[in-house]
């Protein structure tokens, strides 16, 4: 039996993971089988240990118009079946396309361009940064369609917006502009060419030490939402492993100018 093609594209190149929504004839909309790729690319990227950032981009017109319902609703069977949760995970099928992402080791850039709508815009708000065209579409869209943002866009809204922002974004189902959205929090960056400066950013964090990368996102991640004595134990535990890892090493080398940075694969944690 043949494979089915992804409509996931990835490929690294000196570090730096290449990730694209391939499905440009129908601006990235997202299907059941999209899902599944998006799982298992992060899973696959997760492993690779000399692995220093992740660029997440939509070919063609947009970035991703958002789960295309026309072609999920012919399959109720999967769907029922991609709805339940995985105990070892805590995330559905929908929920992890968008949290793996999070859940890897290195920092993800989503660069944004066109439409970023309802499923869409939880992806991207599941990376740790987000370029964007100042023209870019923004929506929470579920709202339109008489549903909740369900892919972990609660928690990513909350993070990042106040209640009553991620509210009247998620009760209006509202489209914003790309400049509309950096005002009010949801993108990092403004750029009108949001791959090129994604690249950039990501070759900047590549010339720090993946290990103090992957342990700050892991440290943010882990202690965002909790109180002091958590958060400064948190911090205790991971400032001890630094100390002791090679790549520190190497970037106390590099910032005194002894040398350039030359890091190793980043540890096991």
């Known amino acids: 039996m043949s494979q089915r093609p992804s409509s996931i594209s990835c490929s690294v190149q000196d570090g730096i993971a290449h990730v694209r929504l391939d499905r440009p004839d129908k601006l ?3 299907t059941l089988d999209m899902l599944d790729d998006l ?12 692995l220093r950032a992740v660029v997440v981009a939509g070919e063609g017109d947009a970035f991703c118009a958002g789960l295309d319902f026309g072609t999920v609703l ?7 079946t991609a709805f339940v949760p995985r105990p070892w995970r805590g995330t559905n099928t929908f929920q992890e396309a968008c949290w793996a992402w999070r859940r890897l080791p290195v ?27 100042p023209d ?8 339109k369609w008489g549903i909740i943002p369900d892919m972990s866009g609660v928690r990513s809204l909350a993070q990042l917006v106040g209640i009553d922002t991620a509210k009247r974004l998620t009760m209006t189902a509202e489209v914003v502009s790309g400049k509309e959205a ?7 960056e403004l750029d009108a060419d949001p791959v090129a400066a994604a690249l950039a950013l990501a070759a900047r964090l590549r010339e720090r030490s993946p290990d103090q990368l992957a342990a700050a996102k892991r440290l943010f991640e882990q202690t965002w939402s909790s109180g002091p004595r958590h958060t400064f134990a948190r911090e205790r535990i991971e400032q001890a492993f630094l100390l ?11 910032a005194f100018g002894k040398t350039t940075p030359e890091f190793g694969p980043r540890a096991r944690r």
């Open 28 to 30: 990235n909309a997202l």
């Open 39 to 50: 799982v298992a690319t992060a899973r696959t990227l997760r492993r690779d240990r000399h």
């Open 74 to 80: 012919k399959e109720p069977v999967r769907i029922a």
């Open 107 to 133: 920092p993800v850039i989503a660069a944004v361009h066109g439409h970023c709508l309802g499923g869409g815009l939880q992806i991207a708000l599941a990376a740790d940064f987000r370029i964007a065209t």
């Open 136 to 143: 870019s579409r923004w929506s929470v869209l579920e709202g």
């Open 182 to 188: 950096h005002d009010l929090g949801l993108v990092t």
């Open 244 to 254: 002791a890892a090679r790549n520190t090493v190497v970037a106390r080398a590099a």
